[in-house]
RNA sequence: GCGCCCAUAGCUCAAUGGAUAGAGCACCUGCCUUCUAAGCAGGUGGUUGCAGGUUCGAGUCCUGCUGGGCGUGCCA
């Protein structure tokens, strides 16, 4: 309903602004309606008169009259009036309102989502934690930003691939390999220490004991450590994603870095890299000309001893990326790799690549703070909190709630106490309560034998012309381009706005009117099917987020 | 030093360049014989870090400061 009813009225703003532009047209700023941030100026609102003002130089408030003359009458329209210095408002006709909530009804898990990029093919890169040991509290943040862009992507219709890139390579994995050799020494009573920088947390010991199981004593003799990492990397990766089906995360690819080096993928990259002139040896490594575009430094792309750097088969993997044909690439990474984007993106330039389909969602830093005090994130000094125990002790809905809720670009105090408290004040409650009382009341409707069917039909529309009722339509309405405008901008938390939005106001209505009213069959019915398309939206809006809608609390 | 990000109510955070900057928490005052009080209604609280600039219009864009986070490695 939403993109049918703007786009009607933009037509009329299409064609008002042929006439009244002429010449002008072509340079003229386009504009367009959009939800009124403020309700008692109308319902949807738009700017055009200011962006033609200019080059037509005339008073923009005289240029609004104009264009409401042009508005006014239309079908969809209650009202369209000039405001201010040059706004232009619109009201909603009841009809639109009501059809708003036929929509909600009939389409129902599918209201809010759109076709609007059917055919495209989008990734989303998220996680890609090597692995070295169990994903902690700050790796959560991403997952959720990642696994909620990503759900934001699938509602308006791309076909979305959730990828974890893996690195199974390197040095961080041959100190993998050798902390468990170590600790599997050590079971054989073999006087050994974790070498410098080793893993030291206690897992690295289960899964010593893992291998001593499995091989028993036979990898005493070669004292290889390649064999350790191999086994700890499946381990882990087994144990990460155990770990992230309890956030309800789930991947459709993982990506191995070592697969890189393996077809020569790498290679290659350095090979164009040098082909296009853009690389030199010092030192005895291979250098990239970064400072060539902007960069402050020349970067190493291969080691004096023959080994790439990491940013080489990143560079590697993001040719894969394009070739593999998508529409839309979104990488999220924590914020503090942030120099390692622009070196890819230098590199992927020389290589002549595009980057407008390259979208990096850079996570800001968390601190949890608990008791009044920040407790410590995580240190390879092998205490954390691990993501399990957060989702162990918070539950899957809270911890991806209070995550999807912020920005993923403003630094983040996560209020440990609130997110424990199962009380008004922690909002998860607050939006699940509006479901369960919906439910409630539903329940209550099927005792009473009041219709609650998904539909309209023989709705008397009167009841629903109040002031909070015609509020609560305007709300549905706008949905699909909550919707929208989270999944074009990659701004999940404008759907947790969104809700609480919602639920603050169907609250005060709940409070304000009585749904079922023995003294008003006819009001009751047409108020249980406002209801149902609140339960509705509501529901759906929680499912984008992967958080449960309860019928009961 | 240089680069990226940030600075909004006592606290945590919102606000496609638009109208009187909004929520929640905290604090104060009321509201349960009714469909769930995990709720509602109201109140207190602001020079949007500072100084300039662009614009019809700036919390938002630009410049310079101040203060913070993170980078700045032949680690990832």
């Known amino acids: 309903m939403y993109f049918d009813v703007v786009d009607e009225l933009n037509q009329v703003l299409q064609e008002a602004a042929r006439d009244i532009l002429g010449d002008a047209f072509d340079q003229a700023e386009p504009a367009g309606f959009s939800p009124a941030r403020d309700l008692s100026h109308g319902d949807l609102t738009t700017t055009a008169a200011f962006n033609w003002a200019k080059s037509l130089k005339r008073n923009p408030r005289e240029l609004a009259g104009e264009i409401v003359m042009r508005l006014s009458g239309h079908p969809s329209i209650e009202k369209a009036s000039a405001a201010g210095p040059g706004f232009i408002n619109v009201s909603l006709s009841s009809q639109v309102l009501l059809n708003t ?185 291979l250098w990239l000309k970064s400072t060539d575009q902007g960069d402050d430094k020349d970067r190493v ?132 309560y509006v479901h369960a009382r919906t439910c409630s009341i539903e329940q209550k409707a099927e005792e009473r034998g009041i219709d609650r069917a998904p539909n309209l039909d023989g709705i008397d529309p009167a009841p629903l012309r109040g002031e909070r009722e015609r509020e609560l339509l305007l709300k549905l309405f706008f949905y699909p381009n909550v919707v929208m405008d989270a999944a074009e901008r990659l701004e999940a938390h404008l759907v947790p706005a969104y809700l609480e939005d919602l639920a603050k106001t169907f609250h005060g209505y709940y409070q304000a009117q009585r749904v079922l009213d023995q003294d008003d069959p006819e009001g009751s019915r047409a108020r249980m099917k406002l209801v149902l398309g609140v339960q509705r939206v509501m529901r759906n809006g929680l499912s984008l987020l992967k958080v449960d809608a309860p019928e009961r609390m």
Not at 140 to 168: C, H, K, M, Q
Not at 251 to 270: A, P
Not at 340 to 367: C, D, F, H, P, W
């Open 101 to 285: 909530l036929g929509a909600a009804l009939k389409q129902d898990s599918a209201y809010g989502r759109s076709a609007k990029y059917a055919g495209k093919k989008a990734m989303v890169e998220f996680v890609s934690a090597n692995p070295t040991g169990p994903l902690h509290v700050g790796h959560v943040r991403g997952a959720i930003v990642g696994d909620t862009a990503a759900s934001l992507l699938e509602a308006v219709g791309y076909e979305v691939t959730r990828e974890y890139y893996y690195n199974d390579a390197g040095v961080q994995m041959e100190m993998l390999g050798r902390s468990v050799r170590a600790r599997y020494w050590q079971l054989f009573g073999l006087d050994e220490a974790l070498p410098e920088n080793g893993y030291k947390g206690d897992y690295i010991r289960y899964i010593a004991a893992a291998v001593k199981t499995a091989k028993g004593d036979s990898l005493l003799e070669s004292g290889e450590w390649r064999p350790f990492t191999e086994f700890a990397a499946d381990v882990l990766m087994s144990v990460i994603m155990d770990d992230l089906r309890k956030l309800r995360v789930r991947f459709d690819t993982t990506f191995s870095e070592r697969s890189l080096h393996e077809n020569g993928s790498v290679r290659q990259t350095i090979d164009e890299l040098t082909a296009q002139g853009a690389t030199y040896e010092q030192d005895g490594a």
């Open 301 to 432: 792309l291969v080691k004096s001893d023959g080994e790439p750097t990491y940013v080489t088969p990143d560079i590697a993997y993001h040719r894969e990326k394009y070739a593999r044909g998508f529409d839309l690439l979104v990488n999220v990474m924590g914020h503090d790799h942030h120099s390692q984007v622009e070196r890819v993106k230098i590199a992927l330039t020389i290589l002549g690549y595009r980057l407008n389909a390259l979208n990096y969602l850079l996570n800001q830093m968390v601190s949890i703070e608990r008791g009044g005090e920040k407790i410590k994130l995580s240190t390879r000094e092998g205490q954390f909190m691990t993501l399990a125990d957060m989702v162990d002790e918070l539950g899957a809905d809270v911890t991806r709630y209070f995550f999807a809720q912020r920005s993923y670009n403003s630094q983040m105090i996560f209020d440990w106490d609130l997110a424990k408290r199962q009380s008004m004040d922690n909002p998860v409650y607050y939006l699940q």
